[in-house]
């Protein structure tokens, strides 16, 4: 079992950064997902960022430009570096990992982390 472990979250005012971190116990051989995504009160989750074991990245774009995904593959760690932060970046920010397993990496799991909370004031 995967236990994630988010930090990072704070308050900050606009133009201000924080950098969060999802943390994973274990390790896999095979391919694996990291996605942060980030849900206000009242509205939808929304999709931010994710990072895939292979290097490649993706940005919401609302935060491409701002936001920097980065990871340590062999400890499945990410971070997510958040600058020029606004007031609508104010969400609590929630850290998924998909991963495959088994011999032949054929098994997915898939898991999610407490969530952070990140304010921005103006």
């Known amino acids: 079992q995967v236990q994630l472990a988010e930090s990072g979250g704070g308050s900050v005012q606009a133009g201000g950064s924080l950098r969060l971190s999802c943390a994973a116990s274990?390790?896999?051989?095979?391919?694996?997902?990291v996605t942060w995504y980030r849900q206000a009160p009242g509205k939808e989750r929304e999709f931010v960022s994710h990072i895939r074991r292979d290097g490649m990245t993706t940005y919401a774009d609302s935060v491409k430009g701002r936001f920097t995904i980065s990871q340590d593959n062999a400890k499945i760690t990410v971070l997510l570096q958040m600058n020029s932060l606004k007031p609508e970046d104010t969400a609590m920010y929630y850290c998924n990992v998909l991963l495959f397993g088994g011999n032949r990496c054929s098994v997915p799991y898939n898991y999610w982390g407490q969530g952070t909370q990140v304010t921005v004031s103006s």
């Open positions: 274990g390790s896999t051989a095979c391919t694996y997902i």
